[in-house]
């Protein structure tokens, strides 16, 4: 028999969720979305709690798995992590909305909101604006105004296909691009909060770095 991609094990106030380290991210998601309709009952009981342990979680990763977890249970539920690469700290978060997506182009003037993660299938145009209480991803072009943690989240980060935002900010830190022409080139980004700052790497390489 096969080794199993997702292990449940009970804990304290919940279940933590053993994810293998091996397998690719997208039959690990899968399985674990599979596992927690098996034990949806369990919840039912006042548990809240979930942990996820056994590989490396990048933040979009964390995206995908908080997303599974709200479209099953449906309830405000903890969500933590054990383990954690560079610059991604152990954090705990409380979701209480599923999110939102959002597929076109967003033009000059128009404005999407979310009270949880925000994911645009699409271009951001400048003039156009996103504002999330949690993280924000945009699968194309973000030129437009975003803001991620707007309820003072630390912990949110923005992801793009192409980073190059008209002004970008996670909480109550702002940055913007510096002046210049704009790279040709499209490559994944992630910026994110550290030491009071936000920085903005590569993902691609980042996963990498979470890999070693």
């Given at each position: 028999?096969?080794?199993?991609?997702?292990?449940?094990?009970?804990?304290?106030?919940?279940?933590?969720?053993?994810?293998?380290?091996?397998?690719?991210?997208?039959q690990v998601c899968e399985q674990t979305a599979k596992k927690l309709c098996e034990v949806i009952d369990f919840f039912k009981d006042g548990s809240s709690r979930i942990l996820f342990s056994g590989r490396i979680i990048g933040a979009m990763e964390r995206i995908s798995l908080e997303q599974a977890v709200m479209d099953i249970l449906q309830r405000d539920v903890t969500v933590e992590?054990?383990?954690?690469?560079?610059?991604?700290?152990?954090?705990?978060?409380?979701?209480?909305?599923?999110?939102?997506?959002?597929?076109?182009?967003?033009?000059?003037?128009?404005?999407?909101?979310?009270?949880?993660?925000?994911?645009?299938?699409?271009?951001?145009?400048?003039?156009?604006?996103?504002?999330?209480?949690?993280?924000?991803?945009?699968?194309?072009?973000?030129?437009?105004?975003?803001?991620?943690?707007?309820?003072?989240?630390?912990?949110?980060?923005?992801?793009?296909?192409?980073?190059?935002?008209?002004?970008?900010?996670?909480?109550?830190?702002?940055?913007?691009?510096?002046?210049?022409?704009?790279?040709?080139?499209?490559?994944?980004?992630?910026?994110?909060?550290?030491?009071?700052?936000?920085?903005?790497?590569?993902?691609?390489?980042?996963?990498?770095?979470?890999?070693?």
């Amino acid at each position: 028999m096969g080794k199993e991609a997702v292990t449940l094990k009970g804990i304290k106030d919940g279940i933590m969720v053993i994810l293998d380290s091996d397998m690719p991210f997208g039959q690990v998601c899968e399985q674990t979305a599979k596992k927690l309709c098996e034990v949806i009952d369990f919840f039912k009981d006042g548990s809240s709690r979930i942990l996820f342990s056994g590989r490396i979680i990048g933040a979009m990763e964390r995206i995908s798995l908080e997303q599974a977890v709200m479209d099953i249970l449906q309830r405000d539920v903890t969500v933590e992590y054990q383990t954690d690469g560079p610059g991604l700290p152990v954090r705990q978060a409380v979701k209480g909305d599923p999110g939102k997506f959002h597929r076109g182009t967003l033009r000059s003037g128009q404005s999407v909101k979310s009270s949880g993660n925000l994911v645009v299938i699409g271009d951001v145009n400048p003039g156009a604006e996103l504002i999330a209480v949690g993280n924000v991803v945009v699968m194309g072009c973000l030129r437009g105004i975003v803001h991620a943690g707007c309820n003072g989240d630390k912990n949110a980060i923005v992801a793009a296909v192409k980073m190059a935002p008209t002004q970008l900010r996670i909480a109550d830190i702002i940055t913007r691009p510096p002046d210049g022409e704009e790279d040709a080139q499209w490559v994944p980004e992630i910026a994110y909060i550290k030491d009071g700052n936000i920085y903005i790497d590569d993902y691609l390489s980042r996963n990498n770095l979470l890999k070693n």
